[in-house]
């Protein structure tokens, strides 16, 4: 079983709609959730980064952690075209371990 | 804006040569990290660094992977001899981490590597 399971999309929605991105994961312990952005050819990119349980907003994306549930969430408000990308979480335990990736498309 | 520098950001070579792939982390990070991208595994971690020391490599194959970083400013990949299965994106990320600090990762534009 992998450590991070991820929804594989992909995913394609119009401008303005919210996306709504998840994982699971399987170990408890972890603690530090991150989400990564990575457009084509180029590296992943930190996109949010949280501690523990509990919702982080910046700007028009939003990330939540449930422990009970070991379900991690990204959600974008107002999404534009420019949000066009593979959506990646990862759990960091030293070194991180990635889901496999949600492409996801915003049309115009 | 700190980044991370890959170098070169592509390779083309044929089955049985060494490729050496090239890593310059974000001055004041020490800690620095290898991974390989591919369609049907997604990222995998293959090895990192802290203070220029391997902590953890066992993602490597390691008759033919070898990962050193010959000071704080280069870290290094090499595969000998090369195999048309080693096709992939390799990328690059560093971190400062002190202790149990888990400061996150910051990743380069990779190596697209293409073993004929």
Not at chain 1, 30 to 40: A, D, E, L, P, T
Not at chain 1, 53 to 65: C, L, M, P
Not at chain 1, 71 to 98: E, G, H, M, V
Not at chain 2, 51 to 71: Q, Y
């Amino acid at each position: 079983q992998k450590e991070v399971e991820q929804d594989p999309g992909p995913l394609s929605v119009p401008e303005g709609a919210i996306v709504s991105l998840n994982c699971t994961y399987s170990n408890s312990a972890f603690q530090y959730f991150m989400w990564y952005r990575q457009y084509s050819r180029k590296g992943p990119e930190l996109l949010m980064y949280t501690y523990s349980s509990g919702n982080k907003e910046d700007g028009r994306f939003t990330a939540q952690v449930d422990k009970s549930s070991k379900y991690i969430s990204l959600f974008i408000r107002d999404s534009q075209p420019s949000d066009s990308a593979t959506y990646l979480c990862a759990i960091n335990d030293y070194k991180l371990s990635f889901g496999a990736g949600t492409t996801v498309t915003v049309r115009a | 804006d700190a980044r991370v520098t890959q170098t070169p950001r592509h390779k083309v070579t044929e089955m049985g040569q060494e490729v050496t792939m090239r890593c310059q982390p974000i001055l004041g990070h020490n800690t620095v990290f290898w991974y390989r991208q591919t369609m049907m595994q997604g990222l995998e971690l293959l090895a990192y660094f802290r203070n220029r020391a391997p902590l953890d490599d066992s993602g490597m194959p390691k008759d033919r992977f070898s990962a050193e970083m010959p000071d704080a400013t280069l870290a290094t990949l090499k595969i000998q001899p090369s195999e048309p299965r080693d096709s992939a994106v390799y990328f690059c990320a560093s971190a400062a981490r002190e202790g149990n600090s888990n400061q996150p990762q910051h990743f380069g534009d990779g190596t697209r590597l293409s073993i004929l």
